[in-house]
């Protein structure tokens, strides 16, 4: 049986490669665009989320170009890191049995591994536009021998603010190149890019009523807002999820979900763009290898990241943007397959999700909340493996941020010199003198005597402080010697002369004037001589 690749063209080594990954049939987006891309012609090709882009211009351009050591044949812009990384290795599949290098680039990489690999021949290079200008700047990649430009996901760099630095690599690029530009939505300011930088391109925009995939069923459940969370943790219970996406708007709410839900014994992970890029890739992977049953993210992860069978999709917090449902949703429901996408709604949200309606155009539907009963039963009849597993180990608190290390925490800092202000005085008390101990003793003692009647009216009352002898201990007297001893004040000081005041009255005023009884006569005349009575 003649798979249906090389019917519309597709080389004997890349049809053998998809094979491999377990695609035989082209998605519609596919069977439109390779073709015309294997012709040469500029395209502007507007599919859903999950539609299958990546093979469809990954394909053609794999089997048009050819390496020859003289630089870069393609170059794919792509919004995120992990969407770079994912076409990257997408393409590295692909090329499996073709003398093809690929590479990617993207921010907090080795930009020296980058430049190595750019150096050893990569005729597809995958990366980030802030990378891909870097580079051009730095003359580390060689723009005179593209022959392909991809704008892949070009809406999402446009709300990422990407667009200028796009623009100045599309003009770095040779003339005689062929553009493609993927999207899923069109504003005005994408418009005019095909517009300036493309040559008659081809518009393929395959006809669907909604923008979402069919196959994704979506609901919302109206919940409180103080209750989210609890709610969250029921409905996991309820569809027992084999894998599972939760986004929420803010990186603060990421961390709370997932600290939320790895408490009640879920396999969890955090992405967000707040992660290295070393601990997102490891997050990403062990999701992809389902290691893990549930993915917390932001934004950053609705686009580029493939999850075979993802069953469930989340919106713990309703997007912002409506675009953002679209892309989020499109990460389940994918070739074809069933998917699941609920949201959790507040009466804030509420307006949010009618304007979400209307974008798509489609109604989502309200389901109620599950019982406690329905809950119980979908907890006892699950047969997902992590039913079976033991519950994750404490989760470790992340290292705090030491960014100003140098300064110190003022706050704590102050504190903790405080303490050891505190601690050494509590030393200082524990070991003073044997000797105040004992004059202490004899003080009490005489105040004991004194204050009880003798009966002896002839004896003397004693004096117990001359007979209390003096502590000798050296060792002792040199610990608790006094670090600072101040000069003994005399018995008798001399007074100082008494000073006597007199009001005087002048031109300007009282005047209360402090003289000595030498002084008195001499300075009182000097006074009224100058300023009169």
Known sequence: MENKFS????CDPIVKAIEKMGFETPTDVQAESIPKILDRKDLIVMSKTGSGKTGAFGIPILQAIEPDGKGPKALILAPTRELAVQVDHDLQQMSKHLAIKT?????????NTEIKAMKDGASIVTGTPGRVFDHMNRRTLDTRNIEYIVLDEADRMLDMGFIDQVIAIIKKCPRNRVTLLYSATMPPEIQRICKSYMKDPITIELETETKTVDSIKQVYYRVERNEKRMQLDRLLKFHQPESCMIFCNMRVEVDRVCNFLHKQGYHVEAL?????????MKTINKFKKNQIQIMVATDVAARGIHIEDLSVVINYDVPEDKNSYVHRIGRTGRAGKDGLAFS???S???MTLYEIEEHVGCLIEEVDLPTDEEVAEAVAATEIKWSTMEPPKPRKEEKRDHTHKKYGDRKHGDKKRHDNKNR???QTRSNKPHVQKASNEA???KVTNISKPSHDKHRKPTDHKKHVKPHHDKSVAAV???QHTKPAKPKHQPKAPARKTKMVMTKMGPIEMIVSEKEKKGLLGKVKSLFGK
């Open 7 to 10: 019917q519309i063209g597709v």
């Open 103 to 111: 590479t990617a680039v993207y921010g907090q990489h080795n930009i």
């Open 272 to 280: 967000h763009g707040a992660n290295k890029q070393a601990s997102r």
């Open 344 to 346: 959790t709604v507040t």
């Open 348 to 350: 804030d949200d509420i």
């Open 424 to 426: 050494q005085s509590d």
């Open 443 to 445: 003080k009490n003692q």
């Open 480 to 482: 608790n010697k006094p």
